[in-house]
Nanobody, 117 residues
C-alpha cells in the first residue's frame, strides 16, 4: 500500500463543478505510471460504489449515473489522478475515495462532496 492524499471536495450548489485530486507523494513516476486507478464514493447508509476507473492504457469506465458529467484522468508526471465533476446533483453527495491498484490496493482518506442548495 502507498499513501494517497486527496483534495478538492467541498460544498457546491446543484449544477456546480468540482475537481478532485489524488496524489501519491512518495511514489516515483516509473512505479505510478503502470497502475490502474479509480474513484469510488460512499453516501451515508449506502455501500461504496465505483464512480470511474482508468487503466494504465487510459481506458476509462464510468458508472451510468455519472456518464457525461464526470471525467477521470491520470497525470503520471505529477503522480496524480483527477476527477472532474460537472453538473453536480444532490445525489452525488458522498465521501469520495481514490483507489490505486497496488498490491494490496491503496486508498485515500476520502474527501467530502456535498451538493446542496
Amino acid at each position: 500500500q502507498v499513501r494517497l492524499v486527496e483534495s478538492g471536495g467541498g460544498l457546491v450548489q446543484p449544477g456546480g463543478s468540482l475537481r478532485l485530486s489524488c496524489n501519491a507523494p512518495r511514489m516515483i513516476t516509473s512505479t505510478f505510471s503502470p497502475l490502474d486507478a479509480g474513484w469510488y464514493r460512499q453516501a451515508p447508509g449506502k455501500q461504496r460504489e465505483m464512480v470511474a476507473t482508468i487503466s494504465s492504457g487510459r481506458t476509462t469506465v464510468y458508472a451510468d449515473s455519472v456518464k457525461g458529467r464526470f471525467t477521470i484522468s491520470k497525470d503520471n508526471s505529477r503522480k496524480t489522478v483527477f476527477l472532474r465533476m460537472n453538473d453536480l446533483q444532490p445525489e452525488d453527495t458522498a465521501m469520495y475515495y481514490c483507489n490505486l491498484k497496488t498490491q494490496p490496493d491503496s486508498w485515500g482518506q476520502g474527501t467530502q462532496v456535498t451538493v446542496n442548495s
